[in-house]
Nanobody, 122 residues
């Protein structure tokens, strides 16, 4: 079985920083894309940042310049460094592994973590 576990969420004042971590465990051969999504109360889940195994990144405009995504392919980990946090960044942050291949010859699948709460007070 594959599991994604996020950590690093919490309560922070506006202007502060948090670093989220996500580790994928289990039998894993390769993960094509690791990404962070977030879902605020009453809103749809949205992509925040994504990174391919080759290092290409996609960061949404609302967090560009404040958030940085990084990845350790050897450890199957992805990080989200969040600086200059704003109250509107308050949400549950989810880690997602796209195209996770457990073994050559198997079909890749997508997996989600359980989420970690980030609350930014004004």
């Amino acid at each position: 079985q594959v599991q994604l576990v996020e950590s690093g969420g919490g309560l922070v004042q506006a202007g502060g920083s948090l670093r989220l971590s996500c580790v994928a465990s289990g039998t894993i051969f390769r993960i094509t894309v690791m990404a962070w999504y977030r879902q605020a109360p009453g809103k749809q889940r949205e992509l925040v940042a994504a990174m391919t195994s080759g290092g290409s990144t996609n960061i949404v405009d609302s967090v560009k310049g404040r958030f940085t995504i990084s990845r350790d392919n050897a450890k199957n980990m992805v990080y989200l460094q969040m600086n200059s946090l704003k109250p509107e960044d308050t949400a549950i942050y989810y880690c997602k592994a796209n195209g996770l291949l457990r073994s050559p010859g198997l079909k890749p699948d997508d997996y989600w973590g359980q989420g970690t709460q980030v609350t930014v007070s004004s």
